[in-house]
DNA sequence: CATTTCCATGTAAATGTTTACATTTTTTTA
DNA sequence: TAAAAAAATGTAAACATTTACATGGAAATG
């Protein structure tokens, strides 16, 4: 591979005039420009941007950790982060957590090695070291899908609590009164444990008894709703709606409800969360909270990048907007419950 | 941030000797060790794994390219990708093309510059400048989603060939035979083309004349799908059955099959390609050919890497395999056409 | 015409590691 | 115990850029 020096031999200046061509060429004289241009091609240079960012001390890369790259809600919200990242000069490095701290640690680590500038991270211990680390360091720092509103450290989220609480609301509203969760683990996930607070407060509001039988701590995938809602359908007095800690736990739920032969939305209410795209395309069409995924992404990449810029400045919280998109998975409650019920123990449906 | 000279002043030894402590620790007596690691704790030394890749000319790092991070069976193969590269202490920059073509080859060039090792890509066109001048610098490279079984490129890929076949196969042996197909772009996608050469090499095995009327190119999106079967399904001879080109087009035709009236799968059978994890989770199941994804990613690093030590090597080509997953969105031809054509045009239905 | 200003370019140090080679110290061998 | 071998450590150059500062020449100014 050529570098700079070759190009300065074949044109006959000096390497500092060649670097002049690459990142201010109206300073060097259009002879000379078109000389060093030429000498490029002669020997297909190529620019080594590693190299620059040694000198100059910025690697223009960014780290990114999220727990699952195959949740579309962060693919999307990696799309954000990307999508200014690259518009300001930035790359990112891109790393699962897959919900796992340790592995979130080890990313922080090496992301670290490699120079990145500033981290974003949808983080799965709000409480724990390598957060500290960082933020002793003063390093450039941006929690995605947050739950902190204030505090040292620079966060984009959603109220995860009144997204809760509409989805819970929502329900009552249709006449339910038995209603489950389907939560993530609340000790990986303090979203989830926002949310469940959402509910358990909505219920309070509304003086519906809060029935800890009725809320399934389990993980984020789509097995687990499909499991978790068994469970529950299972139970000497099941649930007429669930509302799922995301859209995963919910399609999940559906499938598990219909194989046990509910039918939905008549024996079984479900509110998701996220608002993948593929819920309006599922049937029921999937009533979820929306959260502004792509929009948390791009934010967070900005809040990082003015971070990086200037240091001193104070860290920023932003809490975006969520929305209840009613579809077809919830309804009315209609049916007469003891029957459903009693055909539920029997184990057979229609 | 404190260098490996600053512990080297601190533990009074030389540089080299704390950068053996690093790479070799096996190399340097036990007291000099525990100084060095006593100084670097003292000055919260980092790691600069940067000025290594300056100076031993390996960045560790690897390009990926996809045309699409929120489609889920590209984020499977991106992991797969990262667990492979990570086992060998590589990271990987990933880039979305949006199946463009420009998108493409200014993620390579930017890429390139950040001097990573080699590149995997899920190229949008396969005789394009981009992949020339990757190929006349000899630089490490491997296609994924790849048609190609030969020639001077290591690929991995499956046999669309097959995999379109099959579906179709599975179609006609239900009794189906006006098939209709929804296919990506052939000029983004050779893999849509070959699924379609062999959705028409199965058609003619089994004499059924090919109607161009019911081929359809589109992108690969869920609402590309749901237009796309509306536009089917109102020509005067509606397919009884389609074969997209993807899932999410699939899941898309359903949701617009669905919006015209025409019940699932009676009245129209669907076979997706990919198997998404989703695509068992919904109603009606989706009868889909699996790719290997995450493998698809695994093997295509494990190539890479093959290929970035020792660059001499000749190329690999791996074909995987596919298979039909039949589930409930499939059926037999029972209900009688003309009716249900007659109340498609009148545009209404139950 | 002498002086100042400006423009284009060059010089050389700096960035944080690794590593070939050199040197010193310790251990083994005869 | 001297010589040889092995082990531990040090020296310094190299990697590809950027950039502060220096320099020389041309243009502008008085």
Redesign the interface.
């Known amino acids: 591979m050529s570098t700079i020096r070759d190009v300065a031999r074949i044109a006959a200046v000096s390497t500092a005039t060649v670097s002049r061509v690459i990142n201010s060429p109206e300073v060097v004289s259009p002879e000379t420009r078109n000389r060093v241009a030429k000498a490029m091609k002669a020997c ?1 240079y ?6 620059r ?2 000198v100059t001390q910025q ?1 223009y ?1 960014l780290g990114l950790i999220v727990p699952s ?2 949740n ?1 809600i962060f ?2 919200s ?2 954000g982060v ?1 999508d200014f990242a690259h518009r300001e000069g930035y ?6 957590s897959d919900y796992e701290y340790a592995k979130e640690a080890r990313l922080c680590e ?6 990145v500038e500033g981290l974003i991270i949808t983080t799965t211990k709000l409480r724990g070291k390598v957060l500290r680390d960082l933020l002793d ?1 003063h390093f450039p720092l941006v929690l995605l899908y947050s739950t902190v509103r204030k505090g040292p450290i620079s966060a984009v989220g959603v109220d995860n609590f009144r997204g809760g609480y509409s989805a819970t609301e929502h329900l009552i509203h249709l006449g339910h009164r038995r209603i489950a969760m389907l939560a993530g683990r609340f000790s990986f996930s303090d979203k989830s444990l926002h949310r469940w607070h959402g509910y358990k407060k909505c219920l309070r509001d509304h003086r519906i008894p809060y029935d800890p039988a009725l809320v399934l701590q389990t993980q984020y995938a ?1 097995e687990n709703g ?1 499991e978790g809602i068994k469970a529950l359908l299972a139970l000497e007095q099941p649930p007429t709606a669930v509302f799922c800690s995301n859209d995963f736990m919910a ?2 739920a ?2 598990g409800a ?1 194989e046990v032969g509910v039918a939905l939305p008549e024996g079984l209410s479900i509110v998701g969360f996220d608002d993948m ?2 819920a ?4 029921p069409g999937l009533t979820t909270i929306r959260q502004p995924a792509y929009e948390m992404g791009r934010l967070g990449a900005e809040i990082l990048l003015s971070q990086i810029k200037r240091r001193d400045g104070r860290p920023i919280h932003k809490i975006l907007e969520t929305g209840i998109v009613v579809r077809e998975s919830t309804a009315g409650l209609t049916v007469c419950e003891p029957k459903r019920n009693s055909s539920l123990t029997s184990g057979k449906h229609v």
Chains 1, 2 share one sequence.
Do not use: C, H, K
Request: net charge positive; hydrophobic share 40%; charged share 20%.
């Open positions: 297909r190529q620019y080594n941007a590693l190299a960012g040694f690697s890369t790259i195959t579309p693919a999307e990696i799309r990307q790359q990112a490095l891109l790393g699962n090496v992301l670290r090695e490699r120079q360091d789509l499909r399609i999940g559906m499938q219909r795209a593929i309006s395309y599922i049937n």
